[in-house]
């Protein structure tokens, strides 16, 4: 999880490993990861190591241009997990695991409910990261965000995570305004083993979980495979709050894909599934311990074809997803909070390009069109539909053997209004045997939602007005980074990113009360993010720290819940007895946060402050000499059954622990 993605340390110890854990991947039926890492396949020994370019050392990234690239010439910010990582974790789901990337914060607040943002932007509302599964975007078009319980995949069917910390909307547009969580599961040249895994867990409060998935699929080298994947879940962990126990979660996903080699470098792949989740949320936990049910049905297709000569491959995809929410309509208010139905068409087009050895990049073209339809959303803005197209070009210039300049620009037009926005990106990058040093400037902007251009007050004695603006236009943001990393020797890697960003980050109510109109709360940010590792043979320790400063106007009187200026993480891994027993241990901690909003349905005015908090987690798994492996997890929270968010109602979490098998013939 280095800031760029696999460090030379982390190289040097798969190198190490790679002759055993190969050796063990096949007599266990797992796949060989270590030794498909870039320029590791041919390795045999430690002489190899230095013959190695740091280039293919420190490997490749996707996320942060959209094509494969060099991490020491990488353009941004990118932090990795490989499936080695991701396996031995320990984490209990995806954000857990996200609380390692520096500048990423994570607050759970109910069973199965959490809220993710980055750099200190998007706070609660948390829709200013866009998510992608398999280079295809999942996030809701009704209000921008995602619902981390309802993601198609589990940890366990992730192969890959790249995070891109820093605005992108020069590649990906609205919603890139902070970041990009790339997520890749296992493809067709990497199919995931033939496995099965069940847990069962319980809190200090005596509140269970049992969970549970399995995944198969074809095997082989012929023209057409496939992959199916299922799982389910119960979840009453830290189901209890201050002012009674909230709605457990619950979990139901199916999920299919089928890869088919047309012929010789073009390839079809369908994707199809659906998802089942109830939780908690954070928008009407005020109103009643009301469950939210959503449904989410994704459909996608996508075309590869290598081509030859300046545009070497190309990639067609189109993309159907439908969100529905719905509540148990406890009070009329929170039933009027919850259902929600929305829709997307996405359809893109993307290629490589190779003009030169010194002039290479990609384009693409894409558009974006929504549906949505909500009882709580004004009449210009219900039962609407808006499209976005646009048009991108990236672009990497090797002035010289180790320089190298990136410029990348993007046009964005919202068809229905003509509403136009353009992001750019620029970057310098001086590259040596032992690290890189990058400068870079870029902007982002994110358009209003369905839910945020069209929303009304809802007050005990119903609609009482208008918190927000129809015809608000885009906040922007601009940012500008320094990043360096050493590499100093075997074993040890630094690296340090400094930054400062400034622009709107969501829209805030100034004061209460009827015929309010939401206006753009300004935010300049400094931030640092340090990373230090150090890998022996079976043993790794990684740390992270990251410092925010905020300034804010005067005139802002209302403030979006504040980010810790403060956070840490320690992730300590090993190994013994072969390989067959495997331990992580972590430790995250974020400072307090002061809040200064509005809260209820009647919108009152709410100051609230959340005291330091740090989170221990620890997981212990042991594969026996057959396909079987049993596993223990627990965490603990400091202090204990604090909240993570400044409401009362919240979950108040403490400790828990589970314990599981898993099955891999």
Same mark, same amino acid.
């Given at each position: 999880?280095?800031?760029?993605?696999?460090?030379?340390?982390? +190289?040097?110890?798969?190198?190490?490993?790679?002759?055993?854990?190969?050796?063990?991947?096949?007599?266990?039926?797992?796949?060989?990861?270590?030794?498909?890492?870039?320029?590791?396949?041919?390795?045999?020994?430690?002489?190899?190591? $230095?013959?190695?370019?740091?280039?293919?050392?420190?490997?490749?990234?996707?996320?942060?241009?959209? /094509?494969?690239?060099?991490?020491?010439?990488?353009?941004?910010?990118? +932090?990795?997990?490989?499936?080695?990582?991701? !396996?031995?974790?320990?984490?209990?789901? *995806?954000?857990?695991?996200?609380?390692?990337?520096?500048?990423?914060?994570?607050?759970?607040?109910?069973?199965?409910?959490? +809220?993710?943002?980055?750099?200190?932007?998007?706070?609660?509302?948390?829709?200013?990261?866009?998510?992608?599964?398999?280079?295809?975007?999942?996030? &809701?078009?009704?209000?921008?965000?995602?619902?981390?319980?309802?993601?198609?995949?589990?940890?366990?069917?992730?192969?890959?995570?790249?995070?891109?910390?820093?605005?992108?909307?020069?590649?990906?547009?609205?919603?890139?305004?902070?970041?990009?969580? &790339?997520?890749? =599961?296992?493809?067709?040249?990497?199919?995931?083993?033939?496995?099965?895994?069940?847990?069962?867990?319980?809190?200090?409060?005596?509140?269970?979980?049992?969970?549970?998935?399995?995944?198969?699929?074809?095997?082989?080298?012929?023209?057409?495979?496939?992959?199916?994947?299922?799982?389910?879940?119960?979840?009453?962990?830290?189901?209890?709050?201050?002012?009674?126990?909230?709605?457990?979660?619950?979990?139901?996903?199916?999920?299919?894909?089928?890869?088919?080699?047309?012929?010789?470098?073009?390839?079809?792949?369908?994707?199809?599934?659906?998802?089942?989740?109830?939780?908690?949320?954070?928008?009407?936990?005020?109103?009643?311990?009301?469950?939210?049910?959503?449904?989410?049905?994704?459909?996608?297709?996508?075309?590869?074809?290598?081509?030859?000569?300046?545009?070497?491959?190309?990639?067609?995809?189109? /993309?159907?997803?439908?969100?529905?929410?719905?509540?148990?309509?406890?009070?009329?208010?929170?039933?009027?909070?919850?259902?929600?139905?929305?829709?997307?068409?996405?359809?893109?087009?993307?290629?490589?390009?190779?003009?030169?050895?010194?002039?290479?990049?990609?384009?693409?073209? $894409?558009?974006?069109?929504?549906?949505?339809?909500?009882?709580?959303?004004?009449?210009?803005?219900?039962? +609407?539909?808006?499209?976005?197209?646009?048009?991108?070009?990236?672009?990497?210039?090797?002035?010289?053997?180790?320089?190298?300049?990136?410029?990348?620009? !993007?046009?964005?037009?919202?068809?229905?209004?003509?509403?136009?926005?353009?992001?750019?990106?620029?970057?310098?990058?001086?590259?040596?045997?032992?690290?890189?040093?990058?400068?870079?400037?870029?902007?982002?902007?994110?358009?209003?939602?369905?839910?945020?251009?069209?929303?009304?007050? *809802?007050?005990?004695?119903?609609?009482?007005?208008?918190?927000?603006?129809?015809?608000?236009?885009?906040?922007?943001?601009?940012?500008?980074?320094?990043?360096?990393?050493?590499?100093?020797?075997?074993?040890?890697?630094?690296?340090?990113?400094?930054?400062?960003?400034?622009?709107?980050?969501?829209?805030?109510?100034?004061?209460?009360?009827?015929?309010?109109?939401?206006?753009?709360?300004?935010?300049?940010?400094?931030?640092?993010?340090?990373?230090?590792?150090?890998?022996?043979?079976?043993?790794?320790? /990684?740390?992270?720290?990251?410092?925010?400063?905020?300034?804010?106007?005067?005139?802002?009187?209302?403030? *979006?819940?504040?980010?810790?200026?403060? =956070?840490?993480?320690?992730?300590?891994?090993?190994?013994?007895?072969?390989?067959?027993?495997?331990?992580?241990?972590?430790?995250?901690?974020?400072?307090?946060?002061?809040?200064?909003?509005?809260?209820?349905?009647?919108?009152?005015?709410?100051?609230?402050?959340?005291?330091?908090?740090?989170?221990?987690?620890?997981?212990?798994?042991? !594969?026996?000499?057959?396909?079987?492996?049993?596993?223990?997890?627990?965490?603990?929270?400091?202090?204990?059954?604090?909240?993570?968010?400044?409401?009362?109602?919240?979950?108040?979490?403490?400790?828990?622990?589970?314990?599981?098998?898993?099955?891999?013939?």
């Amino acid at each position: 999880m280095s800031l760029f993605p696999k460090s030379f340390s982390q +190289t040097l110890t798969a190198a190490l490993l790679a002759l055993s854990a190969n050796a063990f991947a096949q007599e266990a039926g797992e796949p060989d990861d270590l030794g498909a890492i870039d320029g590791l396949g041919a390795i045999e020994g430690l002489g190899d190591i $230095e013959e190695l370019s740091l280039d293919s050392m420190l490997g490749t990234v996707t996320a942060a241009s959209r /094509r494969e690239e060099s991490v020491l010439k990488a353009p941004a910010s990118v +932090t990795i997990f490989e499936s080695e990582d991701i !396996r031995r974790s320990g984490a209990m789901d *995806i954000p857990d695991l996200l609380r390692h990337v520096p500048g990423m914060q994570v607050q759970r607040y109910g069973p199965n409910s959490v +809220t993710v943002w980055l750099r200190g932007v998007g706070a609660l509302e948390s829709n200013n990261v866009i998510v992608m599964i398999d280079g295809l975007p999942i996030s &809701d078009p009704f209000d921008g965000s995602v619902d981390w319980s309802a993601l198609p995949v589990r940890l366990e069917d992730v192969r890959r995570i790249e995070v891109v910390r820093g605005p992108v909307s020069t590649i990906y547009g609205s919603g890139a305004h902070s970041g990009v969580v &790339d997520i890749t =599961t296992w493809d067709r040249d990497r199919p995931p083993p033939t496995s099965a895994d069940v847990g069962a867990g319980v809190d200090g409060n005596g509140d269970f979980a049992v969970i549970g998935g399995a995944r198969f699929g074809s095997t082989g080298s012929g023209p057409l495979r496939y992959q199916v994947r299922a799982d389910g879940a119960v979840n009453d962990l830290w189901s209890q709050g201050a002012a009674g126990p909230l709605p457990g979660a619950k979990r139901a996903n199916a999920q299919g894909r089928v890869w088919w080699e047309v012929a010789p470098g073009s390839r079809v792949l369908a994707d199809v599934g659906v998802t089942f989740a109830g939780r908690t949320d954070l928008g009407t936990i005020l109103a009643s311990p009301d469950e939210h049910r959503r449904r989410v049905a994704i459909g996608s297709i996508r075309y590869q074809q290598e081509l030859g000569g300046v545009i070497p491959s190309i990639e067609a995809a189109l /993309r159907y997803a439908n969100y529905q929410l719905a509540s148990n309509e406890n009070t009329s208010a929170a039933g009027r909070l919850a259902d929600a139905d929305s829709a997307q068409w996405y359809a893109s087009l993307n290629a490589r390009l190779a003009f030169a050895k010194w002039l290479q990049g990609n384009a693409g073209v $894409e558009t974006f069109t929504s549906w949505g339809r909500a009882a709580y959303l004004l009449p210009d803005v219900n039962d +609407t539909w808006r499209t976005w197209s646009a048009a991108y070009l990236n672009l990497d210039i090797d002035a010289l053997s180790n320089l190298r300049f990136n410029l990348a620009s !993007r046009g964005d037009v919202l068809t229905s209004t003509g509403h136009f926005e353009v992001s750019i990106r620029g970057s310098a990058i001086l590259h040596g045997e032992v690290g890189s040093v990058r400068v870079s400037a870029m902007s982002a902007f994110r358009d209003p939602s369905f839910l945020e251009r069209g929303i009304s007050v *809802i007050a005990p004695d119903g609609l009482s007005g208008t918190v927000r603006d129809p015809n608000m236009k885009a906040p922007r943001n601009s940012t500008v980074e320094l990043a360096g990393q050493l590499l100093p020797a075997p074993g040890w890697s630094a690296s340090l990113v400094g930054f400062f960003s400034g622009g709107p980050t969501v829209y805030r109510l100034e004061q209460p009360g009827p015929d309010t109109f939401g206006v753009l709360g300004y935010v300049r940010t400094f931030g640092e993010e340090l990373q230090l590792e150090w890998r022996a043979q079976e043993l790794s320790v /990684r740390g992270t720290v990251t410092f925010l400063q905020f300034m804010r106007p005067p005139e802002t009187v209302h403030q *979006i819940p504040e980010s810790s200026a403060l =956070t840490a993480s320690l992730w300590i891994q090993g190994a013994a007895l072969n390989r067959n027993l495997s331990w992580s241990l972590s430790g995250s901690f974020a400072s307090g946060r002061s809040y200064d909003t509005l809260r209820g349905l009647d919108s009152q005015p709410f100051n609230a402050s959340i005291p330091p908090q740090a989170l221990a987690t620890g997981m212990v798994r042991y !594969r026996f000499a057959g396909p079987l492996a049993a596993f223990v997890r627990a965490q603990l929270n400091v202090p204990y059954d604090a909240t993570q968010v400044p409401y009362p109602e919240a979950a108040q979490q403490g400790a828990l622990g589970l314990v599981g098998l898993e099955f891999m013939p």
